[in-house]
């Protein structure tokens, strides 16, 4: 393919030579340019410059397996779209539909094929078809794959190219330094052509590393890329992408070649005709996920990691006053960029992103009272040889059941909160399905797999599912149904655009409150929330309203006044307080 645009080759060809010295830059230039645009498609002339225009206040995401709803007659991914029409349409405009392409293991997180769709769930039309209706974001697995894979059977047998495709590394290696997220073996032994092997697996045995060391790794997810785009794709997530680069005598996460990677996606999409969004997935401490963003050149959006365990720490606690000093401290994100703000998706509450910021007594009192409320703890094993929680597994519907002492009557009050505060921080909120549905703990699902992260992937039989919320005295029904309410809010209000103004106000340890601020600033909002499960009042003329203005809370559409004594709240109530509707 012959392109004349100089400013990409420029750019592709800089970033590869420090990924691959020790490969022809200007050769691999164009194979990256070939990956991408094959055939007859074309970049753009010019680079799409950041900006704020790729989101806006009325974006909302919906976190789903392309199975959490079924019936035994219908393809799961119709369900889904059934679902999505019927019951989300005008709260959510996009959803991230977890891996649906074949796989072995972990839930779709150990692919077989990059190219399909699992046919349990369906076709690639019926993706299309949801793409059509819905912005949607798809998975790249790109630290690993499948060990039954066709990629890593090739392998075994020592066929080219994939000969080279995997890590592979010998136990009398010095292994010590590596940042691990479980606490299975890090080698795992296999017989191929050319003899024994130790191929790297992060996460499982059944999911082996694949090795970017070598070119065609990348050329190869370039293309998996280009196809799901073609597909309606419109947002890509790149799965466990800390890891994908590996030195041996290093952490093996967070490498510079890692981030070098990253950019160069992005240059792709900055340059692709479609607007595609760049989603970075990395699950460790606040300040190495915040890393992700470059200098406004690495991923256009980043997960919020240090969020759900500091939400569900002050809504345990009562106390707001851990999630304050974060907030405070939290850049905003940069121009062209974004925050994915969430409680819960299909893993469970890291709380690696948690560490210091919440000291070891506070998350052992959170731990302990999930417990309590029937979740459970998953470890990753330490340098010493020692343990350490990576997360907590348990619904976040669960997860609010009580407080530090014990059960009470304010969960779904409390679970309401949680999410309201997800829905009006800096950024992009995203909610998993069982969020929406105040789905329980799913005990038989971790008993039947004996993994921890099913008590959260319940799989609804969508008849079941229908019947609870045709009843409005459910908590399915009335949780949805609220939840439903103050999107509808939300995605009125310009001062909840994704990149609009946010200070954090200092209101004591009861109330988790921030001011937004649109970009014309003509609308500003209050947001305001009651973590504990007492009446709090607070002085109106703390929140600075603007004497001569019209203040209206959007939620209960009481109104205010600057003369106004005192602001009450029932426990854990949310309050947006504008002088715009």
Known sequence: MAVSHSSLRIKLSTLLESIYPEVSASDLTGQVIEAFWPEDRKP??????????????????????????VDGAHKPLDLLRHFLETRLKGAVNAVHILPFFPYTSDDGFAVTDYRAVNGVLGSWADVSRIASEFKLMSDLVLNHVSSQSTWFNEYRQGHEPYDRFFFEADPSDDLSSVVRPRTSPLLREVETAQGTRHVWCTFSHDQVDLDFRNPEVLLEFLRVMRLHIDQGVRIIRLDAVAFIWKELGTPCIHLPQTHAIVRLMRVLFDYSIEPVVLLTETNVPNAENLSYFGNRNEAHAIYNFSLPPLILHALLSGSARYLNQWQMAMPPAQLGCAYLNFSASHDGIGMRPAEGLLDEDEIAAVIDAVRSFGGRVSMRAMPDGGQKPYEINVTFFDAM????????????????????????????????????????NDQEGVEKTGANRAINRHHWEYPELQALLADPETPQARVLAAMKARLAVRRRQKAFHPNATQFTMHLGDSIFG????????????????????????????????????????????????????????????????????
């Open 44 to 69: 753009r002339a010019r680079a799409r410059q950041p900006g704020s225009a790729l989101w806006s206040e009325k974006d909302a995401l919906v976190i789903t397996y392309g199975n959490s709803i």
């Open 401 to 440: 059941k009580g407080t530090l002492e014990g059960e009470d009557e304010y969960q779904i009050e409390r679970f309401l909160c949680s999410q309201t505060i997800v829905m009006a921080l800096e950024g992009l909120p995203a909610f998993y399905i069982h969020s929406f549905l105040a789905t329980p």
């Open 514 to 581: 921030f001011w937004r601020q649109s970009h014309e600033r003509d609308q500003s909002i209050f947001a305001l929330h009651n973590v504990t499960r007492e009446e709090v009042e607070i002085p109106v003329m703390a929140i600075n309203l603007i004497s001569g203005e019209d203040w209206v809370d959007l939620l209960s559409g009481e109104r205010f006044t600057p003369a106004r004594d005192v602001m009450r709240f029932a426990p854990y109530q949310c309050r947006w307080i504008s002088n715009r509707r």
